[in-house]
């Protein structure tokens, strides 16, 4: 069997692992171990002849079961750093146009 064949099955092997965590209501750490487990193996099977190929595979597969390519830490980290965000108030502007100072 050839590399990009067995990187392609081993996708398929992926995806298919992907669904039936997904079925049994995995949690994103869950779907990100098994993701990336796989992914780095085929990242080091593969050529840098078919490594765009992986790559682009990869990202459907990222794509397609809402996986974060930093992993479910990081995902955490950005969700709430945005409510947060969202939060905070904006400083009003003051007379000039400029936002004012927070008060301390």
Known sequence: MHTRE???ASLAELAEELDRLTRLSASAETLFA?????AR???DLVSE????????ELAQVRASYGIDE?????AGIE??????????????PDA???AAEPAP
């Open 96 to 98: 000039g146009g400029e």
């Open 34 to 38: 098994a993701y990336d487990h796989t």
């Open 49 to 56: 002849e078919f490594r765009p190929w992986v790559e682009s």
């Open 6 to 8: 067995y990187a392609a």
């Open 70 to 74: 930093g992993g479910p830490l990081q």
């Open 79 to 92: 969700a709430v750093s945005e409510f947060l965000s969202e939060l905070a108030p904006e400083p009003a």
């Open 41 to 43: 193996a085929v990242r």
